[in-house]
């Protein structure tokens, strides 16, 4: 099993960057997404997640409305595409996986069964 993250670097406030994960190792259409991250000395936390068939795509309060979380299931790779950025937003930012049925969509992180590498992103003031 692996998720390998990726898109993650330096923005000024207001900025964008699109995060990736590819899946690979497990049957990706089985399994909803979500995106995290963490600063150091925090827990880590939830972002957003996407269930299986995609139509339903919970986030935190924090990035309403400026993130927007997608999958492509023929590729196997969860996207996170963030706007007006924020220097709290900095943060290495992990995807993870959680077997679920259909519709299905948790944002407890102890549910989560894999986790990628994770990406740094840091915004700057």
């Known amino acids: 099993v692996q998720l390998q993250a990726s898109g993650g670097g330096f923005v000024q406030a207001g900025g964008s960057l699109t995060l990736s994960c590819a899946a690979s190792g497990f049957t990706f259409t089985y399994y909803t997404m979500g995106w995290f991250r963490q600063v150091p000395g925090k827990e880590r936390e939830f972002v957003a997640a996407?269930?299986?068939?995609?139509?339903?795509?919970p986030y935190a309060d924090s990035v309403k409305g400026r993130f927007t979380i997608s999958r492509d299931n023929d590729k196997k790779k969860v996207y996170l595409q963030m706007n007006n950025l924020k220097p709290e937003d900095t943060a290495v930012y992990y995807c993870?996986?959680?077997?679920?049925?259909?519709?299905?969509?948790?944002?407890?992180?102890?549910?989560?069964?894999?986790w990628g590498q994770g990406t740094l992103v840091t915004v700057s003031s």
């Open positions: 993870a996986a959680d077997r679920t049925i259909m519709t299905v969509v948790t944002i407890d992180k102890d549910q989560y069964d894999y």
């Open positions: 996407v269930s299986r068939g995609g139509n339903t795509t």
